[in-house]
């Protein structure tokens, strides 16, 4: 596709443009590329990878075999949280799996606005994993922009979703949506767990991933001073029970 | 001499003689060359992946304006603006005119190298609008007031000891220098600003054209709350930062993040495309590109020179120069410090001004080696040399200079005979007691250093003695 040109109220740009075609007349060597050469390592069992980037990342990674041990892995983790609202996409899985843990907390959905400050965890949906590097890929159907989802985060692995790595993701998500999200990220937790572990005086914040507003929530889980408590947390639902 | 090549000299010499900030930069350096080599080691081949790399900015700088015309046109579907700006005046009063249109009184922003290149930070505050910085090490180096010290890691010439000092005045009611307690303070007060702020301003690592979003890395999540809470985003990046395809992030997302810090991948990596679209509870109402020019076309058109514009700000070359470690960031005294700097600064803003850059090296390729879309810095360093003399008048001593040399090194005769001239005047200097005053041309190297002993006979006189042919 050929994209139209327009030069009202800014016409630096068709001089820029005029500039570069006029250099571009010159050709630059093309460089040789790597043709066929691997450049990451093949990943064969991506559950099991992922899982391991996990690990290392300090994110607690939990296989369930169904929707009720979901809730109750979830149910787990807030009742370590101190009171107050939690923030839950808007989704019928999740509407279906908030019947099931039932805390009494007040659930902000997030068709009802953005988080609050105040919230205590984020549980969202993915829209891929990452294997190679334990990373989530979330769009803005998962959640608002702003959001982190660094607390308890919930994640719905859609059949064929895992890719080995960033760019099978964006693939696979392309074909599940047939367009580009709007909005995505790939959260990567890499704390050093020594000093996490060790020195964390109970709000559990690392230099990393300090600032995002998810991280207040994270920051409440290990009040408690527990070391499992400090790990951001999410789910994966197996295929089966997201068809149920 | 430059105003600037004398303030770098003289930055230079001082900051080589302060041995506590050599031992720091060298800490930094020495972790990081430890996560950088553990990264790279993750890859099943990394040369492959430095090649891939090269290929895909190859190919976005050569089309450059079919992809950004790509990229707007994806941008403007979605319901943002883009403003091509030639140089940074126009940048600046594109950004400053929106702000005061649009009632802004404080700006959130996250890390952008380009908004330092065109002194953005400054053009708002003359305007009474608060900008505050939200990328940590550029929000610890906006409290001391002074740049960047390396493109990634700003604060980098910093221990935890003055950050605590730091926060302490001007944070109020900080006491500590435990590194959590400090951030917590940190994200306190940015908080505040996050939410309170009319504007947030972004660079781009990428901007991908066929999907018509930039490509935004940061490990603190900053990024996202000043491209999402904000009612207005403006994005400002230099014309050369675009890509061609959402897939080749797959590629240069984790060579960026293993190149800058040896990270897999960065904590966030995000992608924004527009303002906030009629399903979504949140994001910015108004969002505006900026592609900024300043002197990048007119690199482009330097064959030779193109290349430099595949740089993806990772900071390798700074980490491998060991020029860069001995007289540090700001000794520069520019946006962009070490090879990368060295290189792209005199292209940018004037091969007269800048051109002592040029010679900020010892020319040892450790920064060609290690740069992941392998830019071959050390001979454009060269380059940069060679058209620096012959754009400029050289001091008439340095055209003497070697004008000699070239006269004396084309005759066997003629070098031998300069030899012994200069092996003469060594010894009337000593003899006169001359060595590292005014009146010595060896005044540089003698100031500082004892003097060599003079040699009795030359190298050419001991080898014919050795083989009997003098």
Redesign the interface.
Known sequence: MEPTETTAENPSRARILERIRTALRTPAARPAGPADRKIFAPVTDMLDRFQKECAANITECVVTPDMRASARAVADVLAALPPGEIFVQDSSALRRLATEWQDGRKIQWSSEGGPRESAQATITAAEALVALTGSVLVSAACRPRGIGGRAGSHCDREPGSTGPRPGSSFRAHARAKHRFPEFLCLPHYRFKPDRRHREDPGDGRAWAGAIDRGAGAELRINGDGAATRSKPYFWICSPRMLLC | MSQASQEFLRSAAEKSADITHRQLIRRAIDSYNVASERGRSR???W???R??C??IK?EAV????RY???F??RVKERGGHV????NSE?ARRYITDLAVSRGVHKVVKSKSMVSEEIHLGAALEKLGIKVVE?D?GEYIVQLREETPYHIVTPAMHLNRTQIAALFKQKLGGVDTD????L??A??RS??LD??SAEMGISGANFLVAD?G?IALTT????A??C???PRIHVVLSG?EKVIPR??D???L??VLATAGTG????????????PR?PN????PEEFHVV?V?NGR??L??N?EE??VLHCIRCGACINACPIFRTVGGHSYGTTYMGPIGSVLTPRLRGLKEFQHLSYASSLCGACTEVCPV?IDLHHHLLHNRRDAVNESDRPWSERFGFAMWRWSVEDAGRFAMMGWLARLGMRVMRALRLEGTALDPARPWNRNHAAPPIPEKSFRALWGKRNGTN
Do not use: H
């Open positions: 890859f099943f081949d040369e492959a992946a090649l891939k090269q290929e190859w050569n089309n450059l304006d950004l015309l790509e707007e046109q403003f091509w700006a030639e126009e939200t940590l435990d590194p959590q307690q951030v917590a940190a994200r940015l908080r996050f939410f999907a979003m490990n603190e999540g900053n996202r709350l491209t999402s809470v014309i959402l897939q992030l797959a590629t997302w984790p990270q897999p991948i960065t904590c966030y990596s995000t992608l924004a495309g527009g679209q979504e509870t949140d994001g592609l020019d076309s007119e482009l058109a064959v193109r290349e392998k």
